[in-house]
T-cell receptor, first 114, second 114 residues
Framework: DAGITQSPRHKVTETGTPVTLRCHQT?????MYWYRQDPGHGLRLIHY???????DKGEVSDGYSVSRSKTEDFLLTLESATSSQTSVYFC?????????????FGPGTRLTVL | AQRVTQPEKLLSVFKGAPVELKCNYS??????LFWYVQYSRQRLQLLLR??SRESIKGFTADLNKGETSFHLKKPFAQEEDSAMYYC????????????????FGKGTKLSVKP
């Protein structure tokens, strides 16, 4: 599993509240990614990081922000959660130091926004 | 634009029957193509990548650049193959600054009946 964990694994929250999801890796991988998985949409990239404090937007970044203050942690924040952000969120890494290496995925976080 | 199309949302076959999950892509260049599998409520796992030309769990996939396809095949389906299958594309590492990001299709749910 390339040493990837996500927390929390499940969360229920209310519309308008801030939410932070954490992705943690233990193997010093350079590239990290946040995806959301929705029926009928597959996986879509939210944000990615190519190093500490280096991040960029993906396909569906509106309403999300990220931070990476250290190599091992990549945080995804929903500043003000909406029901449309109910989804399963997956973190991923590219193995090693190159973007083109194999991507490994975390176990996912199931977020419900009421 | 880069795009991955999986035309079937659901594919249902009987055990022992051949399986073909379709994947077509749109990309101007030489992409990398992948198949990922997700068993019920688990993390995504890499099943195949076209450059390795391996056969994993009896599955094979051939990149057909003329037809822009990367269909996944297995001659004899097993019940344990029931899962969600995602085709994914990765363009050049620096394409639009995408750092080798994956673009996923919407997925095909394979159901293998006894």
């Amino acid at each position: 599993d390339a040493g990837i964990t996500q927390s929390p694994r499940h969360k229920v929250t209310e519309t308008g509240t801030p939410v932070t999801l954490r992705c943690h890796q233990t193997e010093n991988h350079r590239y990290m990614y946040w995806y959301r998985q929705d029926p009928g949409h597959g996986l879509r990239l939210i944000h990615y990081s190519y190093g500490v404090k280096d991040t960029d937007k993906g396909e569906v970044s509106d309403g999300y922000s990220v931070s990476r203050s250290k190599t091992e942690d990549f945080l995804l924040t929903l500043e003000s959660a909406t029901s449309s952000q109910t989804s399963v969120y997956f973190c991923a890494i590219s193995e090693g130091r190159e973007a083109n290496n194999e991507q490994f995925f975390g176990p996912g976080t199931r977020l419900t926004v009421l | 634009a880069q795009r991955v199309t999986q035309p079937e949302k659901l594919l249902s076959v009987f055990k022992g029957a051949p399986v073909e999950l379709k994947c077509n892509y749109s990309y101007s260049g030489s992409p990398e193509l992948f198949w990922y599998v997700q068993y019920s409520r688990q993390r995504l796992q890499l099943l195949l990548r076209h450059i390795s030309r391996e056969s994993i769990k009896g599955f094979t996939a051939d990149l057909n650049k003329g037809e822009t396809s990367f269909h996944l095949k297995k001659p004899f389906a097993q019940e344990e193959d029931s899962a969600m299958y995602y085709c994914a594309l990765r363009g050049a590492s620096n394409y639009g600054g995408s750092q080798g990001n994956l673009i996923f299709g919407k997925g095909t749910k394979l159901s293998v009946k006894p």
